[in-house]
């Protein structure tokens, strides 16, 4: 006889799970959520982007064998293109964000701490 309180407790926590999918489903597909740049995502919408931006990285770069850079020539080509695409938003060392970078959202981070965050491989595949 102790099975059937257990499986109550297994059909009342299946059916509070469908019914919050479907509850989060109605919501998105109501369009009600602000997307817009100009205001900060809610703290559980921040997180849970962050999370998919970790894992997807993650995933992506994981075959990836970056280049290495003892060539001075791609050196040289990377810096070109970080000055003339990454630091209007990014910035670089000793020169802040052009003020088109400015009050984006989500933030640009500096890339400069990429390097204690990302392995090369994922950092690669982001750039890439």
């Known amino acids: 006889m102790t ?3 257990v499986l109550y407790v297994i059909a009342a926590a299946l059916a509070a799970a469908l019914l919050a999918a479907v509850g989060m489903g109605l919501f998105v597909v109501s369009g009600r959520y602000d997307i817009a740049a ?3 995502h809610t703290q559980p919408v921040r997180i849970m982007l962050k999370f998919l931006q970790r894992r997807s990285i993650v995933f992506h770069a994981r075959a990836i064998a970056p280049p290495r850079l003892n060539d001075q020539e791609l050196v040289q080509r990377g810096f070109t293109l970080y000055r003339d695409h990454c630091v209007i938003c990014h910035g ?3 020169e802040g964000r052009h003020r088109a970078g400015t009050g984006l959202n ?3 981070p500096p890339l ?3 390097i204690e965050r990302w392995s ?3 950092i690669y595949w982001t750039t890439a």
């Open 120 to 122: 090369d491989a994922e």
């Open 106 to 108: 989500p933030n640009p």
């Open 38 to 40: 100009m205001h900060p």
């Open 112 to 114: 400069e701490q990429a």
């Open 92 to 94: 670089a060392p000793g």
């Open 3 to 5: 099975r059937k309180p």
